[in-house]
């Protein structure tokens, strides 16, 4: 049972590149997550899903899309990416009631 | 507003009690967590109470909900270097599908 899985672990980045982060679950959760971790300032929500095909914004929105075509995937992209994008970033999924699963980060840097 | 606050950094000599704190401002929470991040690793769960509950125990680790005071422990009976993580507080806000974490405590044990 693999759980939640991230790909890529790591990435570096020139500044306006673009990629897409992807995000695959195999527990059939409805509630897909994306976060990027940042020294002294924890998880911050960049957008998360509540079924297949919808999306919507989090905390930190701005300068990512995302899309949940599949109900097991989500994904996060960056269209032009900026240095401050520099961040871990990690995918969770859950349930009502429980708790969320993540997986086991990105690594990004853009330089 | 949603906000979840902890201390960012605990030391204790192995063998010691450490206990981690947390604040949270949603009072209609349902579930309360503490995740477990290792170096380059995800969150993993580590334990999590109901809202109706003022204690839960599970071997070395205690948690102790005040709903009045919305203070959220988490004490770690003889710490272990192994227990050298970040760990976070987070919150199920009622009414919604999100998950709020805290900053995360960084705690260090020393031999």
């Known amino acids: 049972n693999a759980g939640v899985t991230q790909t890529p672990k790591f990435r570096v980045l020139k500044t306006g590149q673009s990629m897409t982060l992807l995000c695959a679950q195999d527990?059939?959760?409805?509630?897909m997550y994306w976060y990027r971790q940042d020294p002294g300032m924890g998880l911050r929500l960049i957008h998360y899903s509540v079924g297949e095909g919808t999306t919507a914004k989090g905390e930190v929105p701005d300068g990512y899309n995302v899309s949940r075509l599949k109900k097991q995937n989500f994904l996060l992209g960056l269209e032009s990416a900026a240095p401050s994008q520099t961040s871990v970033y990690f995918c969770?999924?859950?349930?009502?009631?429980?708790?969320?699963?993540f997986g086991q980060g990105t690594r990004l840097t853009v330089v | 507003g949603e906000d979840v606050e902890q201390s960012l950094f605990l030391s204790v000599r192995e063998g010691d009690s450490s206990v981690i704190n947390c604040t949270y401002t949603d009072s209609s929470s349902t579930y309360l967590y503490w995740y477990k991040q290792e170096p380059g690793a995800g969150l993993q769960l580590l334990t999590y109470i109901f809202s109706n509950m003022d204690m839960k125990q599970d071997q070395r680790l205690t948690v102790l909900l005040n709903k009045k005071d919305k203070h959220l422990s988490l004490r770690i009976a003889d710490t272990q270097t192994g227990d050298s993580a970040i760990y976070f507080c987070?919150?199920?806000?009622?009414?919604?599908?999100?998950?709020?974490f805290g900053t995360g405590t960084r705690l260090k044990v020393l031999a």
């Open positions: 969770a999924s859950g349930e009502v009631g429980t708790e969320a699963f």
């Open positions: 987070a919150e199920k806000v009622s009414g919604t599908y999100k998950y709020i």
């Open positions: 527990m059939n959760h409805e509630y």
